[in-house]
């Protein structure tokens, strides 16, 4: 069973331009998360998305957006990049957002601004 | 506000032996607990997890306790191996919210 994945591996911009962050779940989980991880902090929770709709939102600014896909899928993006967004980006998925059922994570994204 | 913390940064311990981690938090609404693994330049991996309705879970060399009236829990790796040898996070849930609040993590190295 293949796991969760995240695309880029690495992306690199500059300050003002956008990222998008795109992540596959495991195949039947219906619930992304998306966390960031700065250095020297701990993950830090971003978006949660089930069956299509944002369900909840980490204390982030609106910069940060993010949508779900009907097979799932989800991307991140980052408006206005700013040179403190430089973190790796991680992705999760779970089998319901509705029960107690561990979240999976992906290898995540290296996101650098320049 | 660090709702959940993880007070030791690094853990040594010998093959073989047992290697015990241990994690606090503060938020009385957290009613399920997890424990993720991670090597580096790797995501997190689910080790094991436990709701506030019980005070241990097993999985093979892994056991969760969790003292609910201290707001304490604890992994411990049985036996430890060279394996084993990662940085450790403790995660908890608040009802049915699905945030994982992380602790800022433990690494464990387990020595020949």
């Known amino acids: 069973e293949a796991g969760v994945t995240q695309s880029p591996t690495h992306l690199i911009k500059t300050r003002g331009q956008q990222a998008t962050l795109r992540c596959s779940p495991i195949?039947?989980?219906?619930?992304v998360y998306w966390y960031q991880q700065a250095l020297g902090l701990g993950l830090q929770f971003l978006l949660w998305?089930?069956?299509?709709?944002?369900?909840n939102r980490g204390n982030f600014p609106p910069r940060f957006s993010g949508r779900q896909f009907p097979n799932y899928s989800s991307e991140l993006n980052v408006n206005a990049l700013e040179l403190e967004d430089s973190a790796l980006y991680l992705c999760?998925?779970?089998?319901?957002?509705?029960?107690?059922?561990?979240?999976?994570f992906g290898d995540g994204t290296r996101l650098s601004i320049l | 506000d660090q709702q959940v913390k993880q007070n030791s940064p690094s853990l040594s311990v010998q093959e073989g032996r047992i290697s015990i981690l241990n994690c606090d938090y503060t938020?009385?609404?957290?009613?399920?607990f997890l424990w993720y693994k991670k090597y580096p330049a790797e995501g997190p991996t689910f080790l094991i997890s436990?709701?506030?309705?019980?005070d241990k879970n097993e999985d093979g060399r892994f056991t969760v306790f969790l003292n609910k009236s201290a707001k304490h829990l604890s992994l411990h790796i049985v036996p430890s191996q060279p394996g084993d040898s990662a940085v450790y996070f403790c995660?908890?849930?608040?009802?049915?919210?699905?945030?994982?609040?992380f602790g800022t993590g433990t690494q464990l190295k387990v020595e020949l």
């Open positions: 195949s039947g989980h219906t619930s």
């Open positions: 995660a908890a849930k608040a009802g049915g919210g699905n945030k994982l609040t």
């Open positions: 998305y089930d069956e299509g709709e944002e369900r």
């Open positions: 938020n009385s609404m957290f009613d399920y």
């Open positions: 999760a998925s779970s089998s319901d957002g509705a029960s107690n059922q561990p979240q999976h």
């Open positions: 436990i709701s506030s309705i019980k």
